[in-house]
T-cell receptor, first 111, second 112 residues
């Protein structure tokens, strides 16, 4: 069965510093991977996706993620965060015809 | 604005009440979903509808009753809920067989 693990429940980072949010998945078949963002009092919004092709995926708001098959990882990165990036970030993987979400990582931007 | 609208945004109800949550999308999607988001838990898929037919019921208690009258509308009828049912209920839509779901802003439900 496919599952997704987000290793950090919270990540504090100073404004304008780089950030990496970690995600590992378990699967023995081809994978489709996603990152979603949830701003306070909002629903989830698709940030980026990996379906096939280039392993470096660029998303909205300056985020990118790299699919690493050997490490079964899909970590999310941004070179310089802004206060507006304060949100919860969810990694997700497809299992069958359903999307399975990780527990989420809350990104705290420190002034 | 994602194209998926949920009403109400907030709901407080007693354990003996009956209420309904509404979800509407005009994206041309034909699959709709209900998710439950509780504090410190992963998102839980509750129900899936494809072309108005329920294709997934993820062992949800019968006090939650979904209804999908057409591909654009999805309801979640609630009755005799428990305090532990308090959560954010998210609706999502996608093309059937597609993996990319658009989410509504959610209904924050509090059961007292």
């Amino acid at each position: 069965a496919q599952s997704v693990t987000q290793l950090d429940s919270q990540v504090p980072v100073f404004e304008e510093a780089p950030v990496e949010l970690r995600c590992n998945y378990s699967s023995s078949v081809s994978v489709y991977l996603f990152w979603y963002v949830q701003y306070p009092n909002q629903g989830l919004q698709l940030l980026l996706k990996y379906l096939s092709g280039s392993t470096l995926v660029k998303g909205i708001n300056g985020f990118e993620a790299e699919f690493n098959k050997s490490q079964t990882s899909f970590h999310l990165r941004k070179p310089s965060v802004h206060i507006s990036d304060t949100a919860e970030y969810f990694c997700a993987v497809v299992r069958g015809d359903k999307i399975i979400f990780g527990k989420g990582t809350r990104l705290h931007i420190l002034p | 604005e994602t194209g998926v609208t949920q009403t109400p945004r907030h709901l407080v109800m007693g354990m003996t009440n009956k209420k309904s949550l509404k979800c509407e999308q005009h994206l041309g999607h034909n699959a709709m979903y209900w998710y439950k988001q509780s504090a410190k838990k992963p998102l839980e898929l509750m129900f899936v509808y494809n072309f108005k037919e329920q294709t997934e019921n993820n062992s949800v208690p019968s006090r939650f009753s979904p209804e999908c009258p057409n591909s654009s509308h999805l309801f979640l009828h609630l009755h005799t809920l428990q305090p532990e049912d308090s959560a954010l209920y998210l609706c999502a839509s996608s093309l059937a067989g597609g993996f990319i779901a658009f989410f509504g802003q959610g209904t924050r439900l509090t059961v007292v």
